[in-house]
């Protein structure tokens, strides 16, 4: 919107860069924000020395959904009350449009160690490329040499190019149907569908096939890029990713206000008109939002819960990675949904020396939300000290276009920016009626930055 020439103004209640996503720092102020009694002990290091995530994201090299991502950032970044963009992103593309906003002078990544996924009560490296199935544990002999010719499928499969379709019609052959082609097991399945396509849930296996073939071309193409894993994160924390933005925000013209309360927002004729804060009104013609600032315009979809675990080792069969992700398929643990674990490390300046922060989190199905991760928390054992949240997610509970507010949804379990991505294009679609363009962004992009479109 402030690329597009809109007068933008974006304020946060918080005192803090990233609102619900923020890092915490110092570790004394995470002991206080989950009501522990006692200061951390003094085998934690020093309390300077963490920037422990809230809400962890890994980002994913390569994607077609990071592109999006960042300059929908970008364009809406600046954006009235705009506390949602904040996650770690899926990069790739994302770490071309980072050093093509210069960004990447205020920003450092590290890649991730290892991917992982669960099976039987032990964890395995997922296989992406065809050597890596041919010479993993988590399949025997036959289903090594299936799986190897369903990779081979994957990469040679070009949607324009029907002469590699080897039977299989991209938009009406389920992707169940795929699976069965290649006579691939349940456990193949499970890590396919949730390790390297990132689905939530079984939902897709009924869908036509070629997002799910484009999910796993990205991941593949995405670990050959960085080799141990497809995933990057920033050092000192996610936290770093909206400072960088807000100093890159003079370019655009935009105002962004810390620690400014929201006192009121200000209707005239069902429209937002404004936002009082402070005995003051800012005045403005459309307004986003996250569901913490409109409770009476969203309604709970669920609940999440993560646990913030501090480790004084690696996780086991990790190969003593510094950091890495672990991926729970649902069928695994009999559940609906997957569990996730996010591990990073000193070695990301968001930790003392030789400590590790393992988050788990997934979408809460009882009423009993932590015995549902226990199988994670078996794997993080032992445990130095841990913090749970259970949060509800929201939802918006219209579209916006008669008040002009509009409410993003709050974050959900997993450990990629795939649903993020699809939250931003609908909130851009809402507010302008069009979807967005990409081709016409970079345009514009390049128009700012004063360079030759490539």
Not at 119 to 129: D, L
Not at 394 to 405: C, F, K, L, M, R
Request: glycine share 6%.
């Amino acid at each position: 919107m402030s690329v597009n020439g809109k007068k933008v103004l974006h304020m946060d209640r918080n005192p803090y860069y990233g609102g619900e996503s923020s890092s915490i720092t110092p570790l004394e102020e995470l002991y206080k924000r989950f009501g522990l009694p006692d200061s951390p002990p003094e085998s934690m290091g020093r309390g300077r020395d963490w920037n422990v995530d809230l809400i962890p994201k890994f980002l994913m090299a390569n994607g077609q959904w990071v592109y999006v991502f960042v300059l929908l950032f970008v364009t809406l970044f600046f954006s009235f009350l705009y506390t949602r963009l904040y996650r770690f992103i899926c990069a790739g593309q994302l770490v071309k449009m980072l050093l093509y906003t210069e960004v990447t002078r205020y920003l450092d990544f590290k890649v991730v160690e290892g991917s992982f996924v669960y099976k039987g009560g032990k964890i395995y490296k997922v296989p992406s490329t065809e050597s890596e199935a041919l010479a993993s544990n988590l399949m025997g002999m036959f289903e090594k040499r299936r799986f190897r010719k369903f990779l081979v499928f994957v990469a040679n499969f070009d949607e324009n190019d029907p002469k590699t379709f080897e039977g299989v019609d991209p938009k009406t052959t389920t992707m169940r149907d795929v699976y069965k082609k290649f006579d691939l097991g349940q456990d193949v399945i499970d890590f396919t569908g949730h390790a390297l396509a990132l689905y939530r849930t079984d939902d897709y296996l009924d869908q036509p096939c070629l997002e799910t073939i484009n999910r796993i071309k990205l991941y593949s193409e995405s670990l050959a890029r960085y080799g141990k894993s497809p995933y990057l994160y920033p050092l000192y924390g996610l936290g770093e990713l909206p400072q960088g933005f807000a100093r890159l925000s003079a370019i655009y013209g935009g105002t962004y206000m810390l620690n400014k309360p929201v006192d009121e927002i200000v209707m005239e004729n069902g429209r937002v008109v404004g936002v009082k804060s402070e005995g003051e009104v800012a005045r403005c013609k459309q307004l986003i939002c996250d569901p913490s600032y409109v409770q009476d315009r969203v309604r709970k979809a669920g609940q999440v819960i993560r646990v913030i675990c501090i480790l004084s080792h690696p996780i086991k069969n990790t190969n003593d990675a510094n950091s890495c992700q672990i991926i729970i398929p649902q069928n695994q643990v009999n559940r609906n949904s997957d569990i996730y674990v996010c591990m990073i490390s000193y070695a990301h300046n968001v930790a003392a020396q030789g400590k590790y922060i393992a988050i788990v989190s997934t979408t809460v199905e009882t009423s009993d939300p932590e015995t549902e991760i226990q199988p994670a928390l078996e794997l993080l054992e032992p445990i130095d000290q841990k913090f749970v949240a259970i949060s509800d997610l929201y939802e918006p509970s219209d579209d916006g276009s008669e008040s002009q507010i509009f409410c993003s949804r709050a974050y959900d379990a997993t450990t990629h920016f795939e649903t993020t991505c699809n939250d931003i294009k609908d909130i851009y679609k809402r507010m302008t009626g069009t979807d967005f363009d990409f081709e016409n962004m970079k345009r514009k992009q390049n128009d700012v930055f004063g360079e030759d479109e490539q």
